[in-house]
């Protein structure tokens, strides 16, 4: 199946005017989905062996290696994560993590973290990290969680749901402008009445 989509060309455009080319192809291996950017690429569960490439990937994407140490630890403390990587003709090329964060005072609430994201500096502006957030979004939702926050730029995220997380009474930890930090459902009314500061596992605060 790959390698007969890898010989058509799907752009940004295109998507935007046809959701349905945006659905997933799930093979054989439910941990397997294949999303479109601006080629066909290949968005899948991270592997064991991935590990190598995923380190290089943030190591390459960052200024220091702390997000690629970030991604490290949290997958070895953080249970359960949301770990996709971007392949390209079998190269790794991009990475995203997802990890639980907690309200206190809501212990039923099921939220993911969103961080960190990259794509290798040779890869970016191809869509591909627009297609691992619309992912781990999707999956995050497959597993159960009803609400995700992030910590990013606001003229990026909003595009996919995100919005100033204060919207909701909902506060970062960490002292950001208010429009940094953004929070979506991933399940309508998930945040209503919910409010507080927002708690990330404590290997985040190395960064």
């Known amino acids: 199946m790959q390698k007969h989509l890898s010989r058509r060309l799907i752009t940004e455009e295109s998507l935007s005017n046809n959701s349905k080319l945006f659905a997933p192809f799930v093979g054989r291996n439910s941990d397997v989905l294949l999303y479109v950017s601006?080629?066909?690429?290949?968005?899948?569960?991270?592997?064991e062996n991935d590990r190598d490439a995923v380190y290089a990937v943030n190591a390459?994407?960052?200024?220091?290696?702390?997000?690629a140490n970030l991604v490290d630890?949290?997958?070895?403390?953080?249970?359960?994560?949301?770990?996709?990587v971007a392949e390209d003709n079998g190269e790794v090329v991009g990475h995203i993590l997802f990890s639980p964060v907690f309200l206190p005072g809501y212990p039923d609430l099921k939220a993911m973290g969103l961080a960190p994201m990259a794509?290798?500096?040779?890869?970016?502006?191809?869509?591909?990290?627009?297609?691992?957030?619309?992912?781990?979004?999707?999956?995050?939702k497959q597993q159960g969680f009803t609400a995700v926050v992030?910590?990013?730029?606001?003229?990026?995220?909003?595009?996919?749901?995100?919005?100033?997380?204060?919207?909701?009474?909902?506060?970062?930890?960490?002292?950001?402008p208010d429009e940094a930090f953004m929070a979506m459902e991933l399940e309508p009314g998930a945040l209503n009445g919910k409010t507080?500061?927002?708690?990330?596992?404590?290997?985040?605060?190395?960064?």
Request: aromatic letters at 10%.
């Open 73 to 84: 630890t949290l997958r070895e403390q953080a249970h359960p994560v949301v770990s996709l």
């Open 119 to 140: 794509v290798t500096p040779e890869h970016q502006r191809e869509g591909i990290g627009s297609a691992l957030v619309r992912a781990g979004l999707e999956r995050c």
């Open 150 to 176: 992030v910590l990013g730029h606001s003229d990026y995220y909003p595009r996919f749901g995100f919005s100033p997380s204060s919207q909701f009474g909902i506060d970062s930890e960490y002292e950001v």
């Open 196 to 207: 507080g500061t927002v708690e990330y596992h404590a290997a985040s605060s190395n960064l």
């Open 60 to 67: 390459s994407a960052f200024e220091t290696l702390s997000e």
């Open 38 to 47: 601006r080629g066909y690429m290949l968005i899948r569960a991270e592997k």
